[in-house]
């Protein structure tokens, strides 16, 4: 268990070394930065002179252990953009969009274990081709859009809830709620959707297991059969779609934050990319990639607890 | 070399279900989605056939006097968008878009993740491994991510939006590829074939190539109703299509200035993108069950 423990972790730190080169890579390594900065009619001397500014003229190698080593110490340089340093922009909209995640995450799996766990044992019945279409024509709503139908439901049309904004959760815990409702279900909704479908197939399968006949054999119904004996096998396939879920609703949470004008570490990202402020890019997107690689850390050590026949292996 | 004859499949029950069509007959009929999604995906391509020879109008024309015009004014089928351009004309020439965007995607996912599929459900443990931690590390990319991070080195455009979501997609491709490669390598004729001293590079292209073909135009279903969600979003963002190449995302994004006022501005490009990544995902699924006889009536 424990060897099991420093090989994942060993994992986890050299993938998101390799990340970070790749992603360093990509925005400083090919083409001159400063010339993307300045854009194409800029002069060889203007490029010169803000390249020798952000450092550029150095080695590739001397550039990104600087990068690289000013992250562990939470220094991820200053916007050449906004004159500003990166680091506590980072910190501080990355909390806002945890809230976003995860409330979404949460409705998400209020929707999903239910309607999952309802289609399959319907499997068969008009019910459950029902339930199954409907996460299918969930799965193909894109987020903004569950947005803009929201908005003009709940915002417009009833005017229950605001379009946008956000209020910090300390200051106005009601407010708070108020504005987030529909950030949360824009992207729970869709994320649910797609969710239902694992959590339906997953159930599914351990429907099959000899187990479970067993169980059903001693007078237990299909439900209580599945909720005492087979939700944890179920669970296990699951757990990684809800690791591949969280990064989804990370990333996808740029559109919805833009919409719903919220001041996360989406809105950070797609502004940041209007403006080609490429530090500030790398800054964030090594973030939300390093996150990506610890949730599928931590989704690895979750197998682990849960399937003891791993904890041998 | 030339006297060894590939062994046919085996056709036992023991022969890898997951990687043949589905045996036809009363048991095994062609799932509903099949048809369903492949009628969907048909109705788009046909429609992305026709505007390359007939729009109404000219999807870019725009008609000052007729902004806003409601569906079947001035024979305009669905009306027009804020500039007054015909929403039926964008819409046949956004498909155009969105087809080329999947196919491109899909294209370069495939063309990469496949062969490095093949070659890590065939090589030794160790180098295996490294390709699927390799994997993994870009698997922590998805698809709008990457094209973020392209549009922010190379500006947003359907080009960078296309190799951005295509790259993203490639380690889903080597996942799937992977595992249908280990269960071919496990079979008797590939063993056989080994065994009759066929080099590597003959196996992967007789045996493991024609046996997971199905698995690529299932993942290659379902890579592209993600390539048009990404393309979508990005094209919302300002990032995808330019201002003179139709696209449902770029509708979306410029009738949210008229939404709720005229909401049927942004309602014709949703249906379509929402009728589009169903399509692609109900034909996945029908592919899968069809390839998968084990899977049959699950979706």
């Known amino acids: 268990m424990a060897w099991q423990l420093v090989r994942r972790l060993l994992i986890f730190l050299i993938s998101a070394v390799v990340a970070s080169m790749l992603i360093f890579l990509v925005l400083s390594g090919l083409g001159n930065p400063a010339r993307t900065q300045l854009g194409t009619g800029a002069t060889d001397e203007a490029v010169a ?19 690289a080593t000013g992250l562990l110490h939470g220094d991820f340089g200053v916007s050449y953009v906004q004159h500003i340093p990166i680091g506590p922009q980072i910190s501080d909209r990355l909390l ?78 009601g407010l708070f709620l108020k504005q987030m409702i529909l950030p949360w279900l824009s992207l729970g909704l869709v994320q649910g959707a797609v969710l239902t479908r694992y959590v339906r197939s997953s159930v599914l399968d351990e429907m099959g297991q000899d187990y479970l006949r067993t169980a059903r054999s001693k007078g237990l119904t299909p439900g209580s059969a599945l909720v005492r004996h087979g939700l944890r096998n179920a669970a296990i396939p699951v757990l990684t779609v809800i690791g591949v879920q969280l990064v989804t609703i990370l990333v996808g949470a740029v559109v919805v934050e833009r919409i719903f004008v919220i001041p996360g570490i989406g809105s950070y990202l797609a502004d940041s990319v209007d403006r080609q402020d490429l530090l500030a890019v790398q800054g964030i997107v090594v973030t939300l990639v390093v996150i990506a690689l610890f949730i599928s850390f931590l989704v690895d050590l979750a197998y682990t607890l849960i399937d003891p026949r791993l904890r041998r292996r | 070399m030339t006297a060894v004859q590939p062994v046919p499949p085996p056709t036992e029950p023991a022969a890898p279900a997951v990687l043949g069509p589905a045996p036809t007959g009363s048991r095994h009929r062609v799932s509903p989605l099949l048809y369903i999604g492949g009628a969907i995906v048909g109705l788009i391509v046909l429609v992305a056939l026709v505007s390359f020879f007939w729009t109404p109008f000219d999807p870019l024309y725009t008609d000052v006097v007729n902004r806003h015009a409601p569906p079947g004014t001035a024979g305009h089928l669905l009306g027009t968008d804020m500039r007054g351009r015909d929403i039926a004309s964008l819409l046949m020439e956004g498909a155009r878009t969105t087809l080329y965007v999947g196919i491109v995607s899909v294209g370069i996912a495939a063309l990469i993740g496949t062969p490095i599929g093949i070659i890590a459900g065939m090589t030794r443990p160790g180098a295996s491994e490294f390709i699927m931690r390799a994997t993994d590390i870009l698997l922590a990319f998805p698809a709008l991510l990457m094209a973020l991070l392209f549009a922010a080195k190379w500006g947003g455009s359907v080009t960078t939006a296309m190799i951005a979501i295509g790259i993203a997609t490639v380690p889903a491709f080597i996942r799937v590829i992977r595992s249908g490669t280990l269960q071919v390598m496990s079979a008797d004729y590939v063993l056989a074939a080994r065994v009759a001293g066929r080099r590597g590079t003959a196996i992967a292209a007789h045996h493991v190539l024609p046996n997971v073909l199905g698995l690529v135009i299932v993942q290659a279903s379902v890579g592209y109703a993600i390539a048009i969600l990404a393309e979508a979003a990005l094209s919302y963002l300002g990032l995808g299509a330019g201002p003179t190449t139709p696209s449902w995302g770029r509708m979306l994004y410029e009738g949210q200035s008229g939404w709720p006022t005229y909401p049927l501005v942004s309602l014709w490009p949703a249906l379509a993108i929402i009728l589009a990544v169903l399509g692609f995902n109900l034909l996945g699924d029908g592919l899968r069950d069809r390839f998968d006889p084990r899977l049959a009536g699950r979706s």
């Open chain 1, 49 to 67: 002179e803000l390249s020798k500014e952000m450092g550029l003229d150095r080695p590739l190698v001397v550039q990104y252990w600087d990068w």
């Open chain 1, 96 to 173: 806002v969009t945890t809230w976003l995640v995860l409330g979404a995450m949460i409705i998400a799996l209020l929707i999903a274990v239910p309607l999952g766990m309802a289609s399959a044992l319907r499997h068969g019945k008009v019910s459950g081709y029902l339930l199954s279409g409907a996460s299918q024509i969930g799965v193909a709503v894109p987020a903004f859009l569950a947005a803009f139908i929201l908005v003009a439901i709940f915002s417009v049309s009833l005017g229950w809830l605001p379009a946008n904004g956000y209020t910090v959760p300390a200051a106005d815990p």
